[in-house]
């Protein structure tokens, strides 16, 4: 769970490197950096999009059952004083695992069920958490139903499950909060951030709604859109605008190997990302490469005026291991 400052541990060094970008002016870097331990790439190389084309329209994304991903990630919440960044005041650390365990039927159409377990480091009173994705690819692109599951779907053939467990991982980080002293429009500016972040997280992780009781909608949202190439645009909803767009392809250094992958910005609603922040995926065809979210929430007195300081909030999640069976 997150601590206070006073008893903050370094954030592991293998993380994506979590860059801050304040309003005020100051330079702002990527996620996507030089740091050979994590998530990075070399923005001056030269990149060919053939590379991370996948096995064609249809087979882009591994869907096979008996894949496994493993990710690593984690966040912090710092203050950036008159453009001076400060120490966090918590960091936290997670870990989660994805595994395609069987396919189930809804309403006639096949999926793929996708198994996702999250665990804080160290395991906090929330977790672990375990939620079921349903998924499915065409030649127009990768589907995923909406609303993840609490409770393991029925699946073809009797496959075992994981046993769901109570919690999620909304709950950690608000009670990690908690930790951080705060006081009037402090207050106001966490809590804003915190909301926000909590929002964008479920976005990021698979674009997926979570609610409470896990009772699917019916409703299908497109993930990507084939064939990925750099420009391509599309609204992940259909119901309302959901922008996500293939901003670059990029070489990725990350601890499961050097992958070439297709970064994709994503704006719920289309405004729920400001200017100087971003919700950003990688996929390459190994699959789901992971994520960064970099956000700001300005602090104001009494009379709406600024005081100088801003909230920057960034979590990211990155691939460590990959299994692909063919």
Known sequence: MPTPRSLIAPVSSFLVPLFLAALTGCSVRTPVGLDESGFSARGGSKVDPADAAGFGSGTFYPLSVGNTWAYRGGGQIRVIQD???????????????????GTTNHEGTTYVVEEQIHHEIPEGIYGPFTWWA??????????????????????????????????????????????????????????????????????????????ELGEPTGLELRQLVYPLRVGLS??????????????????????????????????????????????????????????SIHLSSEVTNENGEPTGEIFVADESMTVTSINIVQ
């Open 234 to 291: 599309w609204s992940t909803r259909p119901d309302f605008p959901w922008p996500a767009r293939v901003d670059r392809v990029e070489i990725l250094n990350t601890p499961a190997g050097r992958k070439t992958a297709y970064r994709i910005d994503i704006n719920p609603g289309g405004t729920a990302v400001n200017e100087g922040e971003w919700v950003r995926v990688w996929y390459s065809r190994e699959g789901y490469l992971g994520y």
């Open 83 to 101: 453009g001076v960044p400060t120490e966090p005041d918590f960091t936290y650390d997670f870990t989660e695992t994805r595994r395609l365990i």
């Open 134 to 211: 349903r998924l499915r690819q065409d030649a127009n692109g990768l589907f995923a139903l909406d609303t993840l599951l609490n409770a393991p779907p029925v699946l073809e053939g009797g496959r075992i499950v994981t046993q769901p467990a109570e919690g999620h991982t909304n709950l950690a980080l608000r009670a990690s909060l908690a930790a951080i002293p705060r006081t009037g429009s402090h207050a106001i500016a966490l809590e804003h951030l915190a909301d926000r972040m909590v929002a964008l997280r479920e976005v990021a992780r698979r674009g997926v709604g979570r609610n």
